[in-house]
């Protein structure tokens, strides 16, 4: 299914989430997170769920195992990342054709790494195969278009938002949320259907620039599903490293917090999920016209995401079942 169809089927004010998973290197790595994502599917019940894609395609092989697995073993809709910078044009078609054979209806259309100029040299080469004729992406617009050209409405698409700017964004001097916009309309307009957000901690950063898409006068956001993108605090070493790499700023009194626990790496943990449902929270009680839905980048990690969605209750009821409707709900005796 299309993540906007499934979108649309939700009930008024429902929320939603969805998870994101990267394909790990080894055999043991992948049957690993097999048992964890049936465990998550089967606890947390979300939306769908994202398969990340290794910039210039050095994941493509296990990004499509892993996609395969979620989409058509567990049953889940599964959106696919595809980056397109640093890749031959014969990898994105082969991509999106397996993608297809799937049951895939839904792609993040990504850039990657900045396009380097010496031909995809040093790209893997599975990201290499048939050679690198074909056409040059240099944005992750020219995915959008180039998906839409070749494909139509088959898939829906995604793109990628930031709402503190991105690092090495469109302004020379300086991350701008304002010079990155007029790229964001472009992809919307190319045929974009949904909005992901960089991962963010300043939640009034995040709030101004979903108000700021939503007033965008070209009126391409205003029904838009835009969707944040929650990053639960593991550790404060990696937090502090993730928001450097992602140019994501903490705001003071959340280092603070933290800072007083990062001895303890549980203390952390704690308090990162009571940081991050504070943040889920406002965001939901903050008007929207479109539902509300967040976005977790797990790093296949399976607990501290766990308490925030069920701190947050964002984990949808079971759909009731036939039996259920004829004789009410099976209890377990303690309720
Ligand atoms: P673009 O939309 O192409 O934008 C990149 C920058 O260029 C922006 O600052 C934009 O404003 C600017 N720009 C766009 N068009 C122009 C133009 N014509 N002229 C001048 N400037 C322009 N990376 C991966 O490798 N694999 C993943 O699976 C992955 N998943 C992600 C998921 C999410 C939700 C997000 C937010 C990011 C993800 N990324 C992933 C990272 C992403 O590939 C990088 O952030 C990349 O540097 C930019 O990608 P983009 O699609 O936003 O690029």
């Not at 950063?205 to 009126?219: I, T, V």
């Not at 925030?308 to 079971?318: D, H, K, M, Q």
């Amino acid at each position: 299914l299309k993540i906007t169809d499934k979108v649309a089927a939700l009930r008024p004010g429902e929320p939603f989430h969805s998870l994101e998973f990267f394909p790990p290197k080894t055999t043991m790595g992948f049957d690993n997170l097999e048992a964890r994502l049936r465990r998550m599917a089967c606890a947390l019940r979300p939306l769908f769920v994202n398969v990340t894609w290794g910039a210039g395609g050095s994941t493509a092989t296990k990004s499509l195992q892993l996609a395969e697995l979620c989409q058509r073993q567990l049953e889940l809709t599964t959106c696919l990342h595809l980056t397109c910078t640093n890749m031959s044009q014969a990898v994105i078609d082969e991509t999106l054709e397996a993608a297809k054979e799937i049951g895939i209806r839904n792609i993040l259309a990504l850039r990657g790494d900045p396009p380097r100029n010496e031909e995809y040299s040093n790209a893997p080469s599975d990201a290499t195969a048939n050679g690198t004729s074909g056409i040059e992406f240099e944005y992750a617009v020219d995915l959008v278009k180039y998906i839409r050209e070749k494909h139509g409405d088959y898939f829906c698409i995604g793109v990628a938002a930031y709402p503190e700017g991105h690092v090495e964004g469109a302004c020379p001097e300086r991350q701008d949320v304002e010079f990155d916009i007029p790229f964001l309309v472009e992809k919307v307009k190319a045929g974009a259907d949904f909005i992901m957000t960089q991962l963010f901690y300043d939640v009034d950063k995040y709030l101004s620039f979903e108000k700021s898409l939503r007033d965008e006068p070209s009126g391409v956001f205003r029904d838009l599903p835009i969707i944040p993108g929650m990053m639960p605090i593991q550790s404060f070493q990696m937090l502090k490293r993730i928001t450097k790499l992602s140019g994501a700023s903490i705001p003071p009194d959340i280092l603070t917090r933290l800072e007083d626990v990062k001895g303890d790496d549980e203390g952390v943990k704690r308090e990162g999920v009571n940081i991050v449902s504070e943040i889920i929270e406002k965001i939901k009680s903050t008007e929207s016209t479109q539902l509300r839905g967040f976005h977790f980048y797990t790093l296949n990690l399976e607990k501290a995401v766990s308490f925030i969605l069920e701190r947050t209750n964002l984990i949808p009821a079971p759909e009731e079942s036939v039996f259920e409707e004829i004789d009410g709900p099976i209890t377990n005796g303690n309720n």
